[in-house]
């Protein structure tokens, strides 16, 4: 194996193109950067032996100080808090309970959601040993509630989709005193947490997308108990979830980021997008036919996109080929693209690559104007 001159190996030396973030916070493209705060969070666990079980107790604590809930967890992601969450409002504490999943018989094993909030990741939730019920209505919510129940699952995202407003949900799941839990991964972690101010038992977010913590962890904010028993279902424990392993280091590096993230101006961050997203859009003006616009997020990958466009007719490009120019290019820029154009996220884009994108995506452009 190759290595840098520094004397370890980098992702040039084994063959890997490192790229330009233009799309957001996905985890294929290994989500975001760690802050310098969470790397040297990250180094200094490194050094040290602690016990885990103290670790966590301390860590939930203070992320409930700074975030202002009952309670807060470490995990190794998002999709790992599904999985966690799952399995404590199932088997809870009980020990034969924690041992025999995912066989959930003689247990709670049923978990209701609406059509419109299913997705990929509810595999997570599957896996614990559950069967997933799909309500569409308050009515039909309140019938499908019986003893067997063992969680409301709610996929942030699709909050504002579903015909059962979160309130909605938390009003009949207190009268039949069960869990609700949000899927919020990649959406922002704001305090006071808007979920739980409105009922919600649990929330989870990614560590390591807007956060900026390290991308094999997740943030858990919610009731005490139910986080207590999720933890007991995981590692270093011997249940379901042993190994979502969430180390000492990522454990301290998402305390590191959660420290950060109520310090961060989130209003200059927003006010850096928009300088960027213009220098790009500047750079393109020239362009025939070429038309830019703002795009406003939605709950996730919260951050302004640049929209752009032009006739195919003049402009001799697909939106498809464009973004694959700028994919071989060097450096490597990975952007979206749609039937009409593509799509500048700056989310994620470090210092100074604004300039790169603009310089690159104008070439890509101005090489496809008749001669």
């Avoid at 038992?201 to 005490?224: E, F, H, M, N, T």
């Avoid at 280091?249 to 997203?277: N, T, Y």
Wanted: glycine share 8%; aromatic share 4%.
């Amino acid at each position: 194996m190759s290595t840098s001159a520094a004397g370890h190996p980098t992702y040039e030396s084994i063959g890997v193109r490192p790229l330009i973030n233009c799309m957001g916070t996905y985890t294929i493209i290994s989500g975001s950067l760690m802050l310098p705060e969470v790397r040297r969070a990250i180094n200094e666990a490194s050094k040290a032996y602690v016990h885990l079980d103290e670790l966590m107790d301390k860590v939930g604590a203070s992320i409930a100080d700074l975030m202002q809930c009952e309670s807060g967890m470490v995990t190794s992601g998002c999709a790992a808090a599904l999985c966690q969450v799952t399995a404590a409002c199932v088997a809870g504490l009980d020990p034969d309970k924690m041992k025999r999943l995912p066989d959930t018989s003689g247990m709670k094993n049923r978990v209701i959601t609406q059509p419109s909030h299913r997705h990929v990741y509810d595999h997570a939730i599957r896996m614990v040993g559950v069967q997933i019920v799909e309500v569409e209505t308050p009515r039909e919510l309140v019938a499908a509630v019986d003893e067997s129940t063992a969680m409301i699952a709610i996929f942030g995202d699709a909050a504002d989709r579903g015909t059962i407003t979160v309130p909605e949900i938390v009003n009949i799941a207190r009268k039949y005193k069960v869990p609700t839990f949000v899927d919020a991964a990649a959406e922002r972690p704001d305090v006071p947490n808007p979920y739980l101010s409105e009922g919600v038992d649990v929330v989870a977010y990614s560590g390591g997308k807007c956060l900026r913590g390290p991308q094999a962890s997740g943030l858990v904010l919610g009731r005490r108990d139910i986080l207590h028993a999720a933890f007991m279902n995981g590692a270093p424990h011997h249940a379901l979830a042993r190994p979502m392993k969430a180390g000492k280091e990522e454990v301290m590096g998402l305390l590191a980021a959660v420290e950060q993230w109520v310090r961060r101006d989130h209003d200059a961050e927003w006010k850096e997008w928009e300088r960027r997203l213009e220098v790009i859009a500047n750079a393109i003006a020239h362009i025939p036919t070429l038309t830019t616009g703002i795009l406003h997020p939605g709950r996730s990958n919260v951050a302004p996109v640049l929209s752009i466009e032009w006739d195919p007719e003049t402009v001799r490009i697909t939106p498809e080929e464009a973004r694959r120019q700028l994919s071989v290019s060097d450096p490597r820029i990975e952007l979206f693209h749609t039937g009409t154009g593509v799509e500048v996220m700056p989310y994620m884009m470090e210092d100074g690559e604004d300039v790169i994108v603009a310089r690159r995506l104008r070439q890509v452009l101005d090489g496809a104007l008749p001669e």
